[in-house]
């Protein structure tokens, strides 16, 4: 690693002792994982427009330096759902948006001072995203739209939705997507909690009658599909995500230290335990290697999409079976959730094991990443 | 550089080789006297010595080659040997015998294990065709010359395995000079070894797509199967890391930095995981064929599993990056 990605970490760690404190992290327990206060702080830092690509008018950071803040948000348990979120939709807008978004928008989410969230999935439409139903109908200058999405997080939060929808039902599905930028408090939203089995809560958002005018059109009619690939496409160069297991890693190593058996002895000194130990520490190192081999590709300016696959893909699948290594260790004192006043170090591991699966759910299942990986990689013919 | 010695491994160390060396003691004498000619198993040692200046990572990409062909001569071990001794010798006749390694007039290896008490190193890797044993003797590093035994103990890799006598050894250094020179061969060994399974797994891998491409069931390729194809992207996924890791792992070691050995280690391991993992669903996918001698995945496999355990016991790498990473254990 260069050495100035490493003079940038120690400015990163500085940064997060002076501004990450452990009310944000307990905050997160209400299921939203997003701080105000954190994330004005990143975007005051200059990290949050940093992070979108120079030749759209963004700060134009060495990925690599991306990569870490990315990397130290992830260890230190920072609530930053918002941050990617954030740096996707104003590179989107940057790239596809017309005068009155790129001037009235984009400022608003690189300050920090609005958030924005991602409308495309719905209750019938996830994988095959371009599969969408949400209609949206021109009615002279003016868009009419009705339906509704699923798993809309952070939109309970968020001024504005990226929002994916149908304006012609007639051609084949990836010809027929327009997108939109839709504040929020437009009349006829409505955002239903959606909960979930981890921590973070996410939304249900419909959309009755919606009326917008032109202007909040992202990219051309009838062109949504273009710009949803320029969506993956930023969303790999931050995919951030790729360093979920340190701090499970790091609760289980305390609590095998601490932990005596009914023998007295510590599991710390049982050798399956320090097998399962190495080698999360071998699948974190194999991590850290995908995840800055591909920055270093990004700042050579060369454009990837499979490797990110890949990192995800692993990422994601190690920690699953991490949490789940460290959660039986643990044996029932495992199952003690945070609200147990001795549930060890806050119940991490148990929430972690919570978290994981939707690792491998969320922004492409791993079996997508597989079929991209088979198909893009290997050459393998159209699976069926 | 890198596309010379590919070229070479591609048109000399062919399957057919391979093959004809596994008759003998899995040790092709013809392809290691052109790697010689062509200055590959000296590349890494310094000018002065007589070497090719080259650095390690130079040196990694080649392996990477001769992990890809497997090919039958023992690259790694001498390559490494050669860069022990021109460190480690000091005094007259190992430095006489140092210029015959690094010329690769000699074959050179090391010895992993412990000396038995009567003076036999076990299943020391090309000890059936290396003239110049290193091993640990004690708080020394020992190195013997004598005649190698040209034949290999059968094993399941075919690789050129033998017992031999050390009994006639010379030390070369000592102390804590000789403790830091070994940790760092070893380091270096098992750095390029994570390569060499890189090479392995990348051709292994590519024999899978070209062959469930072309192999037909049920009116279509079997590469189309989405069972297929997530088995094949799984191994993908796993062995690109597993190069990655590798080459960090090289780098940090031909620095000299202080996490070199834990990420030798480390990659050696997930490299060999990854390469098995690799040649057990490309014989998966070959079916029938894959289990037939004819086909080249099964010599594949072999040495997917035989390269690690001629180092070594897995567990005990494991034992060490925890006693590194956690502390030793209690007794
Ligand atoms: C907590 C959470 C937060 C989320 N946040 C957002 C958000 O902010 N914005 C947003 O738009 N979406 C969001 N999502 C949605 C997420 O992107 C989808 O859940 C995901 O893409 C999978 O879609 P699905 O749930 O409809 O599953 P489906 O697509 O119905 O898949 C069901 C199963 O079938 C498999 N499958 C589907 N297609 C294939 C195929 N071609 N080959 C092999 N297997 C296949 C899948 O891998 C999966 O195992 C979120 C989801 C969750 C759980």
Redesign the interface.
Known sequence: MPARAEDFRAEVRQFLAEHLTGEMIAATRDGTIHSPALHRAIADRGWLSGAVPAELGGGGMDPVELCVLLEELQLHQAPADALGVAVVGVSMILEHGNEHLRGAVAPRLMSGEALVCLGYSEPESGSDVAAARTRAVRDGDRWVINGSKMWTTLAHVADYVLLLTRTDPEVPKHRGLTFFVVPLDTAGIEIQAVETMGNERSNATFYDDVLLGDEWRLGEVNDGWTVMKTALKYERGIAGGQFPSPPVIEAAVDWARRARRADGSRPIDDDEVRNKLVRAMIDVEVCRSFAYHTAALASEGAMFGVEGSMTKLFASESYKKHCAWFLDMMGAEGLLTHDDPGAHMDGRIEEHFRHAPVTAIYGGTSEINRNLVAEGWLGLPRSR | MAEAFGDLFAREATAEAVRAAEAGCGFDPDLWRKLAAAGAPQMAVGVADGGGGASLVDLAVVVHEWGRRIAPVPLVEHAVCARLLSDAGNGEPIRELAASVISGDLIATMAPGPIEPDSTARLVPAGAVADVVAARRGDDIVVARSRPPGAARPNTADLPLADRDLSGAETVASGAAAASAWDRALAEWRALMAVAYAGLAGEV?AMG?AY??QRHQFG??V????AV??G???A???S???R??AF?AVSAVDAGRADGAR?AS?AL??GAESARFAADRVLQYHGGYGYSAEYDVQLYYRRAAGWLLQLGEP?AE??R??DA???P??A
């Not at chain 2, 590469?223 to 989405?226: I, K, T, V």
């Open positions: 891998l797509v469930t491409k279509v390729p590469g189309s199967f989405q194809q997530h094949l992207a799984d993908a996924t796993r690109e890391g597993a990655l890791l960090r990420l480390m391991l997930f567990a494991v034992a990056l925890a990473d956690l502390g254990k209690a």
